[in-house]
């Protein structure tokens, strides 16, 4: 089962991901990355001076126990905007050590909405310091004038990216809001509000104890019918 799981996942990957690729490369990708707390970071766990949401320290724990982004927000049922948000926050308290990678940075930054689309391409180098400087003053005066346009739409039009760089950018944004659960395999989840968000992580905590329980009584059985002791 594995193993045809892991083919058909490996073939879908390779044909959905494939322009995807042409911007983030493996070592490129903020999921992968394991987050390293400084010295106050692991004060900071231990005493919660700062009285920081307590989000933040389960996050911090996880860091501890050498967790990647990836699995943090599996672990707590969170979206990749929401543990960005957190990572980044943390690395700008100086709680976790600035990542060496500048792209790990710039995609968290921009999952957590604390840099705009033209500035991630820019990162990304997809355009340069000037293509975004004349970009937005170009977007300036159309405001000027009355004329509202997206930054993205723009740097189409003047010809600095295409439409497929857009798309991809975008679409990993949208994702970035679903939540991942865990069946066969892997589904995204994204709620229509915080609420049924909520309900949503109280019956997957409740399911995961319910299949704890489940492994623990068959474990408890097939000791007794292997007579293994301990």
């Keep these: 089962m594995k193993q045809v799981l892991y083919l058909k996942t490996r073939d ?11 911007i983030f490369v493996s070592d490129d990708l903020m999921q992968y990355y394991i987050p390293k707390l400084t010295f106050a970071g692991k004060q900071e766990l231990v005493n919660h001076e700062k009285k ?3 989000e933040y320290y389960v996050f911090f724990k996880k860091v501890s126990e050498g967790a990647d982004l990836f699995e943090i927000t599996l672990a707590n049922y969170w979206t990749f905007a929401q ?5 980044v ?12 990678n500048k792209t790990i940075i710039a995609v ?30 170009e977007q300036k005066q159309r405001e000027d004038n009355g004329i509202s346009v997206k930054m993205a ?18 679409a990993f944004k949208e994702d970035a809001k679903k939540r991942f659960v ?21 019956g997957l905590q409740k399911e995961i104890k319910r299949l704890d329980e489940e492994n623990r009584i068959l474990k408890s059985r ?7 002791k301990g």
């Design 52 to 54: 920081l949401p307590e």
């Design 108 to 137: 968290s930054q921009f999952m957590a909405g604390k840099i705009r689309t033209g500035e991630m391409l820019k990162r990304l180098g997809k355009i340069d310091e000037i293509q975004l400087a004349t970009a937005i003053r």
């Design 153 to 170: 739409e723009l740097l189409i039009e003047l010809g600095y990216i295409t439409d497929k760089d857009i798309e991809i950018l975008l």
């Design 83 to 87: 543990t960005c948000s957190i990572f």
């Design 222 to 228: 097939l000791k007794k019918i292997l007579n293994i």
């Design 182 to 202: 865990m069946g066969v395999g892997f589904s995204l989840v994204k709620p229509n509000n915080e609420q049924e968000a909520q309900t949503l992580v109280r």
């Design 12 to 22: 879908k990957l390779k044909t959905e991901l494939s322009d995807f690729m042409d």
């Design 89 to 100: 926050r943390s690395v700008e308290l100086q709680f976790l050590d600035i990542p060496g």
